[in-house]
Structures are given as C-alpha cells and as structure tokens.
DNA sequence: TATGAATGAGTCTTCATTCAT
DNA sequence: GATGAATGAAGACTCATTCAT
C-alpha cells in the first residue's frame, strides 16, 4: 500500500477540519486510494471488494464512487500511484559519478531491494498483465511511465564500455528487463518457490544469497570476453 | 489449456457409450479439467466463473462439484496438471551427452522456449502467489514436484567446471531461478511491458531479441573470472 | 396483470410436480411473467422493483434472471404478453354478420369495455411511450401485432357506406385510432380528471354516461352528410 | 419544458447580484423547476434523478430541498406550473364572437394543436395517473384548475343548438374529455403507434391528417339527427 | 451418471437526503 | 443564500452451490 500519497500528494488545503478530519476531499481520496491499493493487490481485481475498501479505508462507500467512477477507474488510480512511486524511487538513484562496475552493482542492488518490504507493485502488475494491460491503456500518463533506469543503463554501459571493464552489444533495455527479472521473479513467485523447495525464501540468508548471486551473474555476464590479458 | 489431458489422461473405460460418448466419466473428468484450466489461467481464480467452465466443457454444472468437490479443488487439480505437463516435459530434456556449454545454452532455450505459445502455466502461477500457495500447499503430489532442470544444472556445472569453462562457486538452485526469471517475467509481464515500451514484445524479432540476449547473459555470467589464459 | 398465462400459455409438461410445484419450469416463467406485469403496471419500468417480482412471484430472484436475462427483457416479455392477449381478444370480435351500425356501435362498446377492470395494458403502453417504444421496438413479434380491428372497421365503413348509412372518406386507421382514444384516454386519465371534476369516473353511473357519449358521438359522426333525404 | 417561468416569473429582485447573477432566490427557484419539469416529463417520477435536476438547472442539489423540501414536492410544483400554463393559453381563447360552428372547430384545432411539439405535459400527466393522482391531490391549487374550455364548449352548444347546426343532448364535460382525448391519445402513444404503423406519425403529413379526421368527426358528431329538411 | 432448475448470500452501483462550512 | 462532501438504505445483478428428477 502506499506509503507516501503517491500522485495525490495535493497541498492539503483542507479547512484545518477542526473537529476531526471531516470534509477534506484530499485526505478522502488518499485513504481511499491506499485502501484500494491494499486490497488490489492483496485480492488481485476480480477478489477484491469494494465493501472491503470502503470499509478499510473508513470512508463511505459512496464516496469511492464520487471520487473514482467504479471499480475499474479507482483500479486504475492505483495502478498510476504504484508506477508513480516506482518511478520516483528511480529518479532518485544516482550513479553517474560511480565507476562503471560500482554503478552497475548498485543498480541491481537497488533493483532488488526496491521489492524487499513491499511486494504490492509485483501483485498489481501479475494482475494487469492477466488483464492484458487493459488498465494501463486507459492511463494517459501510460507514456511517461518509461523507467529512467534504461537511461541510466545505457550510461553506465557506456562509460564502462570505453574504460574497458563491459564488453560490448549489450542493449540496455535488454539489461534493464533482465535485472528486473532476475529479482522480480525471485519475489513473484516466493510462495510457490518456497513451497516446493520446503525453505522460505523470505528469510535473511535466502534473501542475502540470491542478492549476491544476482549481481555476481549480471557483473560477470558483462565483463569483456576476451578477458584482461 | 492443457494440451493432452495432463494427470488425467486415464483409459477410456466408457460404459458402452451407447448412444454417443455419454457416461464416459474420465472422459467428462477430462473436458472439465481442460475448461478449468482455460478458465483460471485467462481469469485467475475469483475471475473464474463455475459456470463458464460447465459451459466450456459441455458439461453439467452439477458434475463438476460431483468429481471435483468445489472451485478450489478444481484449481488444485488444475494446478497439479499444469505442473505435471512442466515436469514431463522437463524430464524429457536430455543433456548428459553434450559440451557443458552447449548443454547450459539448450538448457537455457528450453525455458524460454517453453514459455513461448502458452502463457497459462505462468498465469496460474501468478495467480497461485497471489494467494500465498495456498493451493499448492493442499496438494499432496507437491514433493514430488521439484523440478529435475535444477539437478542438470549441476551436473552441467561439475562438468563444466572440471573442464575449465565455467567458474565455480555457482549454485544450482539458484541459477535454475535465474534461467527461469530472465524468461518468467519477460512473459509474465509482456502486456505491460509493451504498453509501456509501445512496442509488441510478442513478434518474432522481439523474441529472437529476448532470446539470444538471455543466452549471453547466462552464459558469459558462467565464465571464469580469470578468462581462459 | 394477466388474467390467463398470455403468451407463456404452453402446454404445462411438469414433471407432475407431486410434491409441490417445484421444478416447473414454465409454471416459474408464468409467474415471474404475471408479478412483473403487475409491477410494471403499477409502477412503471423505472420503479418497478425486481425484489417485489421476486416476492410476489413467490420465486427466487435469481430465476428471473435466469429465465429472462434482466429488467429489461422482462419488460419486453410483458409488452408482449399484454398485446397478446389484447390481441387475441380483438381476434374473438365477429362483426361480420351484423348490420353496419350495429356492428360499429358493437365495435366502440367492445373497445370502451375492454379498458373497464383492467387498465394495466394503458399504464404499460404509457410507460413504454415515456420510453419511446425502446421496448416495443426489441420485440421481433412487433410486426404481428397491427390490430385486427382496423381491416374490422375498413369492412364495416364498407359495407356501411353501400347501404347509405355511413358516409364516405373515412379512414379506418384514424378511426380505429379515434375510437380507441375515445376510451383510452378516459381510463389513462381517470386519476387526474376525478380528482379536477370532484368526481369519482370509476363509478357505474359515469362509466355509462361516458359510454353512451362515445357510441352517440361516433355513430353521428359516421352518418351521411347530406341526410336521409 | 416551460418556455416561460410558469408561476414562478415574479419580479427578478436580486440582491444587489454583485458578482454576477448570483443570490437571486426566484431566479434559481424558476431554473430548479425548468431543469424538474424537463427531467420529470421525460423520467417520470421515480426515473427522474435529483442530481439530473441539479446538473441541468445548475443550481447546487441544496438549493433544490432549501426550496422545495424534497422531490416529491418538487413534482408537485412542476404539475401545478405545468396546468398554469396550460389553463393560461386556454383562457386565452377567445371564441364568443365567433358562428358555433366555427368556433367548435376552432377548439378542436387548438386543443389538437396544444399537444404539436411539447408533449411534456402528456408526459407529466400519465405519470401522476400512474400515482393515482396522488401528487395532484397535494396541490392547494387544484380547484382552480377546473378547464376554462368546458364552460366555453357549453356555450357554443348553447349557440349552435339554438341555430340548428347542432343537435341538443350533448354534455358539455363528456365532449371536452372527447376533444382531449382525440389528440391526446395520439400524441401520448405516438412512439408505440409509429412503431406499430410502420410509419412516423409525427410528419406533418400525418398530422394534418390527423388533424382534419378529428375535425371531421367532432362536428358531423354534432349535427342534428334529422338532417336540415 | 447426468441434468437443469432453484437458492441465499453477496457484489457493484445508485439514490435521495443531510451535514459542515 | 450557497456549496460540495458525506451518508445509509436500497437496487440491479451475480455467484458458488444444492435439490429434485
């Protein structure tokens, strides 16, 4: 769920709600869309309940419709949040005064960190993707959602390239998928996983091992092949 | 959906089948695990409608709580299905004989390959993290469940390793992850992923792209650190 | 509502339905048909209730839905029904054998008479006028149900006209329509027209003023201009 | 929907409007009623929505219970607006000085020409004979809703009687309710007709026809029985 | 074994109306 | 006087499941 207001950040104007947070629109639809954004991701679309929102967001029912539409449009309000929160994570990283390695190793650390804690972003989109992204689609904002993570990729590889430490022919949005994947699935299917293979993968040891193996397979697949000799 | 009948593919005993492939009980088992199948995987298991299955399966409602219980053990079947049809084929790959190299790399387009034309398996198991594995936890089958890719994988990096082609220090359990998660979440998220990237992931250029991008990645990671020198 | 099955009249094939009426099928078409009359009827298509159908049907909900897809269906299946039997009762009219002005003066009684006892059919056609005929118009027996009376009226004008007793130039689609008004538009309006005169027009004394007003002012509207002479 | 403010035209006083129109109570009661009138003739009552109402008048959903308690009332006020406009255009008629005859047939083409082109007051009528009247029955205002045309049909029977053109015995009452009902009920029932017809009734082809039968009818209906020898 | 009717508890959505400012 | 947020009760429609034959 969201841990800022995501896109609805508005300055609160409110009207100091004296008496107790009554009649604040903005704080309405907050809690409503992080009650929404829970149950969305906790029951997928189709499990979830809009009784449910209303009910854990402590807002009336009505008003989820007054603000949102339906169920649809709120899902897509949720949706926008979540990328608008993956995205401003991203924007945040800097790695253009890192050596090359440094900046690679990092971005993948950061890549798989960014699901450790909150796995809601990879419930939302296995359910989107169910619904063959019919939800994004109807996103405006659908084209700025383009991660910034591929630029930066595309730097690094770069400035790597030219000291010598990457070969080359890496596509950077390849990379980009592939570092995503690596940890994206790990947690996507951490039930499953750790099901079959009678451990659980969320703990310490697990999480600190497939971390290491991540980077260390990224890092090596892009060292040059002829080796430094 | 299931392509052979999967677990259920029992000898046609029939009862005479006088008038027409009536009272054909693994038969009727059959349709209705296939029209489930179809069903979970396109609609996730509260999307998933009793009633489009009995419609899709030409059978009666009734018979499907007759065989099956209820909609969650029908999905519990489903789910065991669809790993049984994984693990046939799994088992199916034989490897020994080759270059540890070109082991690694059939090994590798094997899982991508399988994920390409049929999506289902990923959906259901999507669907199936999303509750926890609750399901897959109720299957007694699971043990028996465990994929034997991860004891080639081994067996390919001993080879490989004694042979100077790949480093050591390489888990195999965690590589099987990383060789399924590079294809998984392309798949998984391919409806997304080209929303946003405004560009069908689905053609064959992108595939091909995907494809031999992964096999670069995997096996330069594979490399000695040192190079061959 | 409908005083026999309407068009739903099939021939009741039941199951002898020993223990009670459970389990017939058109026997639960029939009764979810006559509720939904009188609800529409009564309180038009928007405020009819689908809950009061049920409760007064003595059936469950969900069969109506089941045996008529929704509100708005049903609605048609009314329409229908009603000019069914409106229909059939016309088609009973045998005018044929009576002299012209008795057959006429039998013809406006017949119509007048036929809106006495019952005025759903009028609250029905008013409502679906509200609509536009929406309704009227999804109704593929649309076509069947030109009334009988208007080819009645054109033999009588006929017949009427060769013996000298009804003048010429008279159309018998406006006449049908303004022997229709003449009685339609006192029942449709007998609330509102009461409630203005201080006077109750359901009672028998002002049914037979009415009456005898509308056989008088058809009758001498019929007749030759230029007298008998 | 009113052309002009109804009841409600009283004296725009305003207070002081600084801004621009606002705080001018009559004003927003009138557009309340335009938008309720309007809504209510094409709704009905319980089709009709308060938010509608609101839109369309935009005047604030307050305003419409500050002003007229709730919606029942609402309709109320609409009914009473729409028979002062009606009775308005009918005391206007001024048919004394006219030959009977002329004068009857005068009153049946405005009676008839009354319903061309709005037909919300037939709306609004069946709607409140739906409700038994019920709302009508509020109204304070009803006595005086007495039509003004049947005093006027009286006379000119008087007249016309006297002269010989018209035959006596004829109510004056039954013949105003007949003339009503001539082109009420095709007016009323012009969609279910057209629909039944095959043809659009509306078209002034139609309609002159229809004018002129209903013309016809009426004063051949009035002409005394034994001719003029 | 097989069938289709029947059911009660939801599920999304809408409504008239009131509250706080 | 005017505004827009807020509410609880209901409304149409759906679902998994069971019954009667």
Redesign the interface.
């Known amino acids: 769920m969201p841990r800022n207001g995501g896109a609805n950040e508005a300055p609160r104007r409110g009207k100091r709600a004296a008496n107790g947070a009554r009649r604040d629109p903005d704080a309405t639809r907050a809690k409503i869309l992080a009650a929404a954004w829970h149950e969305f991701a906790?029951?997928?679309?189709?499990?979830a309940r809009v009784d449910a929102i209303a009910d854990r967001s402590r807002v009336n029912k009505r008003m989820i419709y007054h603000y949102y539409g339906d169920k649809e449009r709120l899902f897509v309000a949720v949706l926008e949040a979540a990328y608008d929160r993956v995205r401003s994570a991203e924007q945040a990283l800097d790695l253009e005064h890192m050596a090359p390695e440094a900046a690679m190793q990092r971005m993948v650390e950061f890549t798989f960190d960014s699901f450790v804690g909150d796995r809601t972003f990879i419930?939302l989109?296995?359910?989107?993707?169910?619904?063959?992204?019919r939800h994004?689609?109807k996103s405006a904002r659908?084209r700025q959602?383009?991660?910034p993570l591929i630029g930066m990729i595309g730097g690094i590889l770069r400035r790597g390239e030219a000291a010598g430490v990457f070969?080359g022919g890496?596509?950077p949005?390849?990379?980009w998928?592939?570092i995503?994947?690596?940890g994206?699935?790990?947690f996507?299917?951490?039930?499953?996983?750790?099901?079959?293979?009678?451990r659980d993968l969320e703990d310490e040891a697990a999480l600190a091992?497939?971390r290491s193996?991540?980077v260390?397979?990224?890092l090596?697949?892009?060292?040059p092949?002829?080796?430094?000799?």
Request: proline letters at 2%; glycine letters at 10%.
């Open positions: 906790h029951k997928g679309f189709a499990g419930q989109l296995n359910n989107e993707n169910l619904y063959k992204a994004l689609k659908v959602m383009h991660s070969r890496v596509d949005a390849q990379l998928i592939s995503a994947a690596l994206y699935f790990y996507s299917n951490i039930h499953t996983l750790s099901t079959i293979f009678g091992e497939r193996h991540i260390g397979l990224v090596d697949g892009l060292r092949r002829a080796g430094p000799a």
